[in-house]
């Protein structure tokens, strides 16, 4: 078996592991990277990451039709509640929980989390997954933190690291971050959605291969990568 890893742009993945679909942050609608509309994609588990619209993005619409269960931190957990979710799994920062696909734990994230009503979100999280026996770091919004070396601790096939700037770690701290992470690969996520976060991601991927082990993969918005 194996397990693929799709990408929509920001940071929105969709997962194949275990015939089960995953999908991260699922912002679909009102996303010009997105190849895939928020009305045609499956889910059987969602995780979201923070309450900023372009990670919450079509969660509870994508629940409600699919029936897929939302997993996140509690302050989020309480707002699928709020809006009508059947199916949702509360974690936090640090708790670890083993799914029929595979482990997940929560990791801190250095960001924000308000709703896009103005509700409290807690604190945003990154995720660390295990699937069929390997480690993927999907580090969502964050800035650099040096904790990240605890992550990188546990051994990573593939960190997912924004590159934006403006609202996360730009070029310059994501190449920090891998040297902490010291990952086999590297996938750059949330840039070139807006004008606002616009990185060369080849430039960012030559950089990373001059300068560390990681292999640096630079997907186009609906293609996969392979663990
Ligand atoms: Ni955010
Ligand atoms: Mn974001």
Known sequence: MSTTLTWYGQACFSIDTKGTKILIDPFLTGNPLATVKAEDISADFILVSHGHSDHLGDTVPIAKRTGATVVSNFELFNYMQSQGVENAHPMHIGGAHQFPWGRLKLTIAQH??????????????????????????????????????????????????????????????????VKLLEPGAVIPIHYNTFDIIAQDPQSFARQVEAETSARCVVLQPGESYTL
């Open 112 to 177: 924000g989390s308000a709703l896009p009503d103005g509700s409290y979100g807690g604190n945003p999280v990154g995720f660390l997954l295990t699937l069929e026996g390997q480690n993927v770091y999907h580090a969502c919004d964050t800035g650099l933190f040096y904790d990240m070396k605890l992550i990188g601790e546990e051994g990573l096939a593939l960190a997912i690291l924004p590159i934006g700037d403006n609202f996360t770690m730009g070029p310059v701290d994501a190449i920090r971050a």
